[in-house]
Structure formats: structure tokens, C-alpha cells
């Protein structure tokens, strides 16, 4: 279970949630997904799936529900809008609160992945009698 906490924002005028790792996977890709640059909905949707290789594809109403829970909790805000082909299309970006989450979650995920190559390393340098290796 994620740990929260409730911090104002710089301005004291609203309540935000601090979310700790660990992130959701859709959540952690929409993040990384804004990492680069503001996008809409459906950019961040193509993002997402790219960087899961095909395997996250986000349906709008999960993507808006996540983007709108992301807004509260203050680690994505909508950056601006644009009517195209008579379709309003708002951008969003990551804040610095979202962008130290993102880079925290990141990191934790990496250690994660650097101690399983580890121990792999050693079990296939072990040559344990009985162990398949492939």
C-alpha cells in the first residue's frame, strides 16, 4: 500500500497529496510519458504503450481518471489548450513534484533490477548440481 500524506502547495491556498513510491505501473509510465515534454491525451496514450512495448494500452476513461487524480495530487497540471478540428485538445505536464517522484520511482526500480541481475549473476556462476541452466 502507497503511503500518503497531506502538503500544501507553495501558494496555500490547496491541499495536495505526496504520493510515495511504489507507483502503479500506468501511473509510473503516464509520468514517464511527460517526462519529455507536455502532451494530450492521446499522445500520452501512444507514449505509454511505446514504452511498455505494447503491453499498458490506456483506455481514455482510465487515462483521464489517472490524469485527474494526478492533478490533485499536484504531480501533473494541465499546461494549455488548443481547439483542433473543432476538438479541444488540453496538454499536460509534469510538475517538479512530479518529475522527484517520477526520478525516486525510477531509481527504486532500478536498485530493484540491479540486485536481481546480481543474484542471477551468482546462480548461474554457482553451477548448483541439479540446477537447470539455460
Known sequence: MRATQRLPTY???RTIWRVSAPLQEPTF????ALAGEPAHGY??????????????KLRPGTLYGALDRLVEQGLVVADREEVVDGRL???????????????AEAQRLAGNANA???GLRRHRRSGTP????A
Do not use: F, P
Not at 509510465?29 to 514517464?32: P, V
Not at 499522445?43 to 499498458?56: D, K, M, P, W
Open 89 to 103: 485538445r488540453r496538454y499536460y505536464r509534469l510538475t517538479d513534484g512530479g518529475a522527484d517522484l517520477l526520478e
Open 29 to 32: 509510465l503516464i509520468l514517464a
Open 130 to 133: 541439479g540446477t537447470a541452466h
Open 43 to 56: 499522445g500520452i496514450t501512444q507514449a505509454v504503450a511505446t514504452l511498455s512495448g505494447g503491453r499498458v
Open 116 to 118: 536481481a541481475m546480481a
Open 11 to 13: 501558494n496555500g491556498r
